[in-house]
C-alpha cells in the first residue's frame, strides 16, 4: 500500500491501522466516553443518550468482529491471536525495559483487545437487561422480570469499574510503550502511519475483503431487526393493562394527583381507603359505595400486580409511615437532590405531585427519560 | 325598533344571568337545608348573604389546625380560586364565576362534611350552609 497524499513521506513506514479500524477506535472511544458520562454523571432523564450510546457500541462491536474476519492484517482477529501467543515472552522483556518492537498489537495489547471486548460486550448485555428488566424497555421487556433485571445492574455497575480499570491500563500501556519505542503510537491510530526501525523488514499485508464485509453486515442488521422486531412485539412483563376509573379519578384527583395503584402494596391502599375522615390531617370521608369502589381498584391494581421499578422499589416501606409514598426509603434516596425550593415552587408545589416531573406518571411507569423537571422559581426578582 | 334594542339586549342579558344564577337544584338545596333550619328552630327567618360572609371569612377554632378558616384553602377572594394543602387548584366557589356549584346534593353533602369537620371540628348546622350557600351565590 502507497503513503497516501498529503501524507509525510517517511523512509521505511507501514500503514497499520486502515481507516475503518481507526474510526471503529475513536467511535468507541467517543461512545465510552458518552456513556460513562451519561451513567455517572449526566442527570437521569439523559437516560435516552446512554441507550443510544449502548446501542452504537453494541453495532461498533459487530463491525469490528465482521472486520477481523475481513479486514486487513492488523485489523484481523487471527493477527491478534498469533501476537497474543507471545505475551509471556513480551512481560518478560517489558520488565527488562527492552521490550521488542511489534507492528501491530504488541501481545499485551492483543490481549486487552481481547479483554476490552469481552468486557464491553457482557456491558452491553447487561445494560439490555437492566433496560429490560428494571425499565421495561427496550428488546428485552418482555422476557425479562424486575429481579432479573436488577441482578444485571449490580453485573452492569460492577462491570464498568473493571472497564475503568482496563482503559487506564490501555491508556497506561499506550504512554509505556511509546516511551519505551520511541514511537508515535497516538499519532499512529490517528493516522495509521507508524515508522518500523530500518532493520524491520516491512511485511507482507493482507488486504482487506470489503465485499463479505458488507455481505457479512447486511445479514447481520438483517437477521437482529428480524429478532428484535419479534422480541418488541412482546408485552412487557409486570405491565397489566388498567382500565381508567372515574371514581378514582375524581375523588383522589380533586385534592392531589391521583396516585397510581402501583406505588404501594395492597395492605397500604386498604388502610388509606379506612382511615379516609384522618387522610394525611385531612378529613377526606367518602359515601361507603364510592369508597369501596375506589378500594376495590386500589387493591386489584396495587403494587403486588405490578413488576416495575416504582411498584417493586416502594413496597419496601418507609418503617412507621408505611401509608406515605414520598417516606419510603428508595424514593428518599431518589429525590435527594431535589430541593425544598423546587418541591415548593408553583408548577409543584408539593412532594406528592409525582406528575408536575413524572410525565408518564398516569401510566406508572417513571421512566427516566419522562423527567421534566420545571425550572425552579426565580428568587430575588421583587425587591 | 332600532332605540329599543338596547334595552331588549340588556333585559335578555339580566333574564339569562338571572336563570344562570337561579339554578333549580341550587333553589332546592337551600329550600332542604331551610326545611332542616325551621324545623330545628321555629323561629328560623331565612338565610342571610351577610351571617353567610361573616362565617366564610372568620376564623375558627376546633378544627384541623392548618384549616382555621374557609379562605385557608378557598382564598379571600370567591370569586378566584383556590389551593388544596396538596396544591391542586380549586375552582372559584363564587357562582357567577362557576355556575355549577352547589347544584349537585351529593357534592355538597361531602364537601360541608368533610370541611366543616377539616375547620370547625364538628358539623355545620343547616342555617351555616344555608348562608353560605346564599353568600357564595351572591358572589
Redesign the interface.
Known sequence: MQPLAGEPLRMHAVYVWDLATRLFHWLLVAMVAVALFTGFVAPEWWMGVHLAAGYAIVLLLVFRLVWGVFGPEYARIASLVRASRWLREYLRDLLLLRPPHYIGHNPAGAVMIFALFSVLTALVVTGLMVQGGEEKQGPLAGVIGYATGNGAKEVHEILVFVLLAMVTGHIAGVIVEGWLQQAPLIRGMITGWMPLPTDVPAPRLRRARPRPAAISLAVFAGVAALVLGLLSRLPPLGIPTMPANQAMQDECGACHWAYHPSLLPRDSWAAIMAGLSDHFGEDASLPAATAGEIAEFYQSYAAEAWDTEAARRFSNLAPGEPLRITATPYWVAKHDEVGDAQFASPAVKNKGNCIACHRDADSGRFDDQAIDIPPPPKTGANP | MTRLAPFLVGAATLLIAGLAAADPARDAILAAFADEAKAADAAFAGFSADRGKAFWTATHSGG?P?TPSCTSCHGPDPTAGG??????PIDPMAVSKNPKRFTDP?EVA?WF???C??VLGRECTAVEKGDVITYLSSQ
Do not use: E, L, S
Not at chain 2, 83 to 88: D, P, S, V
Open positions: 384541623k392548618d389551593q388544596t394543602r396538596a396544591g391542586k351529593a361531602k362534611t368533610r370541611n369537620n377539616g
